[in-house]
């Protein structure tokens, strides 16, 4: 079955960085659009970015936009989070998720994809 695992979350302190993985199983990942959501306690779960298949186009959400970089190796089934200059308002469970057949315009919806990982914990620290 698929699996989407995520890892490399932890405490970091405000302008630190931190680079978060998610590795997939029981799928073609180069048909699959990727991406990374997060929910901090009390909100609702919101876009962080997002890759093609190609990895040719990404997407980010304004909140992170010039300070996290997405990327994906499709020879490794891997898609990367590299996080810097962190805030205290990043703090959140950060999920990877993978979809297929996502028109462009809607690679910003959680509802597009159908497959998720259990999340891991990023902490920023002010």
């Known amino acids: 079955q698929v699996q989407l695992v995520e890892s490399g979350g932890g405490l970091v302190q405000a302008g630190g960085s931190l680079r978060l993985s998610c590795a997939a199983s029981?799928?073609?990942?180069?048909?699959?659009?990727v991406g990374w959501f997060r929910q901090s306690p009390g909100k609702e779960r919101e876009f962080v970015a997002a890759?093609?298949?190609?990895?040719?186009?990404?997407y980010y959400a304004d909140s992170v936009k010039g300070r996290f970089t997405i990327s994906r190796d499709n020879a490794k089934n891997t898609m990367y989070l590299q996080m810097s200059s962190l805030k205290p308002e990043d703090t959140a469970v950060y999920y990877c998720?993978?979809?297929?057949?996502?028109?462009?315009?809607?690679?910003?919806?959680?509802?597009?994809?159908?497959?998720w990982g259990q999340g891991t914990q990023v902490t920023v620290s002010s």
């Open positions: 998720a993978a979809g297929r057949g996502i028109i462009l315009s809607s690679t910003r919806s959680d509802r597009q994809y159908d497959h």
């Open positions: 890759i093609r298949r190609s990895g040719g186009h990404t």
């Open positions: 029981g799928l073609t990942f180069s048909s699959y659009t």
